[in-house]
């Protein structure tokens, strides 16, 4: 019998498979199938700004920054009155959640500007949750707002937000950022325990015929787990921080490879969507059989083994690669 266990955030899971934010968990009842299916954690589906602060100032600032026009930019976010799942129903389905299940579960907030609406870490916090995972995505158009700026804005929006709750933070994170290892070594100083890399973002697409900018959700697939692992890998031993691995996760050597790389827990969504809530059995087996063939005897034996601190060549992970990568295509069959 192999070990699965892992620790994140402070919490013992079974296993490093753990369900990322997907419309799934807006129903109790998957929850608790994905918890049957093995799951060793669900982070719940995000509770956003946007619903909570529809018309507040800070959103309003960030907004108009860059858009043209604040009430264009304001079509582009879904209409409050429409949203079946409010902020206090979200409240009541994570509390319901928790008392239906025995793994932890791990709320999420969605947002970008400090203000009223981050009352909420603290509801999730009392409404159960074992630790929250804060969203940040924004997406800078504003040729005057620097870098800087923005990670500024990033960081004391984590420090708030930490000074809220009791409960572990994690800040979840897309990969666009131009000093990756310095601005994750921040956001740990300001209260991040855990680093969940990358969020994926979804790029609209344009609709030829109505010449509209529409919006496109594509699920992902094994080959986007590259660029978090190479992340995590390079991160793994620097950053004092938990890491969770999310984009690209569908099969158990995707699971395996997130360890190996550094990751505390492995997170899915589109594998799970795609194939069904089955698909978790099927990582969580497949992960075992692995490591018996493989002999491992346990997640903590793996993890980090071949982040970029442990491996024979670190280069590999930088830009010494990068030459080798294009000489060694091979254009014979061209
Ligand atoms: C339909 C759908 C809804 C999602 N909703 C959220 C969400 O509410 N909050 C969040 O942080 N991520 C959300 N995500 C992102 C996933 O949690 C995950 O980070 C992303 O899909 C990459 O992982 P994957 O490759 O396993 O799908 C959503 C993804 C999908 C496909």
Same mark, same amino acid.
Do not use: C
């Given at each position: /019998?192999?070990?699965?266990?892992?620790?994140?955030?402070?919490?013992?899971?079974?296993?490093?498979?753990?369900?990322?934010?997907?419309?799934? =968990?807006?129903?109790?009842?998957?929850?608790?199938?994905?918890?049957?299916?093995?799951?060793?954690?669900?982070? &719940?589906?995000?509770?956003?700004?946007?619903?909570?602060?529809?018309?507040?100032?800070?959103?309003?600032?960030?907004?108009?920054?860059?858009?043209?026009?604040?009430?264009?930019?304001?079509?582009?976010?879904?209409?409050?009155?429409?949203?079946?799942?409010?902020?206090?129903?979200?409240?009541? #389905?994570?509390?319901?959640?928790?008392?239906?299940?025995?793994?932890?579960?791990?709320?999420?907030?969605?947002?970008?500007?400090?203000?009223?609406?981050?009352?909420?870490?603290?509801?999730?916090?009392?409404?159960?949750?074992?630790?929250?995972?804060?969203?940040?995505?924004?997406?800078?158009?504003?040729?005057?707002? $620097?870098?800087?700026?923005?990670?500024?804005?990033?960081?004391?929006?984590?420090?708030?937000?930490?000074?809220?709750?009791?409960?572990?933070?994690?800040?979840?994170?897309?990969?666009?950022?131009?000093?990756?290892?310095?601005?994750?070594?921040?956001?740990?100083?300001?209260?991040?325990?855990?680093?969940?890399?990358?969020?994926?973002?979804?790029?609209?697409?344009?609709?030829?015929?109505?010449?509209?900018?529409?919006?496109?959700?594509?699920?992902?697939? @094994?080959?986007?787990?590259?660029?978090?692992?190479?992340?995590?890998?390079?991160?793994?031993?620097?950053?004092?921080?938990?890491?969770?691995?999310?984009?690209?996760?569908? $099969?158990?050597?995707?699971?395996?490879?997130?360890? &190996?790389?550094?990751?505390?827990?492995?997170?899915?969504?589109?594998?799970?969507?795609?194939?069904?809530?089955?698909?978790?059995?099927?990582?969580?087996?497949?992960?075992?059989?692995?490591? #018996?063939?493989?002999?491992?005897?346990?997640?903590?034996?793996?993890?980090?083994?071949? @982040?970029?601190?442990?491996?024979?060549?670190?280069?590999?992970?930088?830009?010494?690669?990068? /030459?080798?990568?294009?000489?060694?295509?091979?254009?014979? =069959?061209?």
């Amino acid at each position: /019998m192999v070990d699965l266990t892992t620790t994140y955030l402070g919490l013992n899971l079974k296993n490093p498979l753990v369900a990322s934010p997907s419309p799934l =968990s807006e129903k109790v009842e998957n929850v608790k199938r994905m918890e049957e299916a093995g799951i060793s954690a669900v982070v &719940m589906y995000s509770l956003f700004e946007e619903q909570i602060t529809h018309e507040s100032l800070e959103l309003d600032y960030y907004l108009t920054r860059g858009t043209e026009s604040f009430a264009e930019a304001l079509t582009y976010f879904p209409d409050v009155g429409k949203y079946s799942l409010t902020p206090d129903v979200y409240i009541e #389905t994570l509390r319901k959640t928790k008392q239906a299940v025995n793994i932890p579960v791990i709320g999420s907030l969605n947002g970008v500007s400090t203000g009223g609406w981050i009352e909420y870490a603290r509801k999730i916090q009392e409404a159960g949750a074992d630790a929250l995972e804060l969203n940040l995505y924004f997406l800078p158009t504003d040729l005057n707002l $620097t870098s800087s700026q923005l990670e500024d804005n990033y960081v004391k929006l984590v420090s708030d937000i930490h000074a809220k709750v009791n409960i572990p933070l994690a800040v979840k994170l897309g990969p666009y950022f131009t000093a990756l290892p310095n601005f994750s070594q921040r956001l740990v100083e300001a209260g991040a325990k855990g680093l969940v890399l990358f969020n994926r973002f979804y790029q609209p697409d344009l609709d030829l015929e109505a010449l509209e900018v529409v919006p496109n959700l594509v699920l992902s697939n @094994s080959e986007e787990l590259r660029l978090p692992l190479r992340w995590i890998a390079i991160l793994y031993g620097k950053v004092n921080a938990d890491f969770a691995l999310t984009s690209g996760v569908h $099969t158990a050597e995707d699971a395996i490879k997130a360890v &190996m790389a550094g990751a505390n827990v492995a997170m899915s969504t589109s594998a799970i969507l795609k194939h069904g809530i089955n698909a978790i059995h099927q990582i969580l087996n497949g992960m075992e059989a692995w490591m #018996t063939e493989h002999e491992y005897e346990s997640v903590r034996q793996m993890r980090g083994s071949m @982040s970029q601190g442990a491996v024979a060549e670190p280069a590999a992970f930088e830009r010494a690669n990068y /030459m080798k990568v294009l000489s060694s295509f091979n254009t014979q =069959s061209i």
